[in-house]
């Protein structure tokens, strides 16, 4: 069975700050075929490198007295949420913050390197890439996340154009290098497609709910998630996408006590099509594992994360996000133990 491209989901986040230099340098260092890094937009254009666009979690943004008027409440995608958001700042503010551990109650070794890195463009992020993968003389690829392009089309922003214009301005846009463009949100994914931008376009599909931009332009009429990973649902991505990912959900297929029953028929129904899968994201800890790999009480600890992924494995899958780089290119390039 063929591997799986292994991909940096934020670069190596179980060992650094997501989205830092040295969470993306320690994820190449760890063999990755790609890195892939989040974009949204500041309030002067600049294509920054980040999850979310709310930012209080991942940086010491409210350690800064000069931006706590700032702090405040928006909808984003539907979801209400009270902090301080990219798109009211400029680059050189952003610049001026300093990134932080998501999770640091689960990864503490990694809120270790708290505020020590500042934030990335994504035109920093190609930079690093080319000159990292010089280095190890291999190819390592980019997996652009384009986040909220409905919320930042309402902003006065079309993200299609700005990350046209910055892959070009790169140099990524010669399809010498592999890149991949993915979104939950279908129709950015094929303005982009239509300047011409070249690359691999993967729609990303979530286990529940419904894609902003559709439900924006059909209200309750727009298709769901599980209808979409239907064998109709998928006919209709045929010649619009080169393929999908799926929440690691949606191949486990758990029952109503939380163990796997699959892998599920989602992936053959895709590759029937011509269709990649990828999936995300695999993570050892526990929290993150369905219930019967679990082991122990500690939501930290590592479950039986090998049991976990070989059921990905089995499905075929033709890529993985990472967040401990080394133990997925270890199991998904070997027979499938842990290492």
Known sequence: MTSPL??????????RPEHTRSSYELAMRQGVDAVEPDVVV??????????????????????????????????????????????????????????????????????AFDDTEPMLRLVDLFDLVATTA???????GVVVEIKHATFFAGEGWDLAALVDAEVRAAGWADGDRPLVFESFESTVLTRLRERGTAGTYIYLLDD????????????????????????????????RFDGI?????????????????????????????????FTWTCRPENVFLLPGFRRGREEAAFGDYAAEWQVIREAG???VFADYPDLEAAFFRSEGTAP
Request: hydrophobic share 40%; charged share 25%; net charge negative.
């Open 208 to 239: 529940i709910g419904t894609a902003p931009d559709l439900l924006a332009a059909f209200g309750s009429a727009a298709p769901t998630y599980a209808e979409t990973v239907s064998p109709a649902g998928l006919d209709g991505l045929v010649g």
């Open 6 to 15: 292994i991909i940096g989901h934020r670069g190596a986040p179980g060992y």
């Open 42 to 111: 500041s309030r002067d254009g600049v294509l920054v490198v980040r999850h979310e666009n709310e930012i209080s979690a991942t940086t010491d943004v409210s350690q800064h007295p000069e931006f706590a008027a700032r702090r405040t409440t928006k909808t984003i995608d539907g979801e209400r949420l009270t902090g301080w958001f990219v798109e009211d700042f400029t680059w050189d503010e952003l610049a001026t913050l300093l990134c932080r551990e998501r999770l640091p109650g689960l990864r503490p070794a990694s809120a």
């Open 317 to 319: 899958v033709d890529g």
């Open 134 to 140: 010089a280095t190890l003389e291999r190819t390592v």
């Open 245 to 277: 990912s799926v929440a690691k959900s949606m191949i486990l297929a758990p029952d109503a006590e939380g163990r796997a029953t699959g892998p599920s028929p989602l992936t053959a129904d895709a590759h029937e099509r011509g269709l990649q899968v």
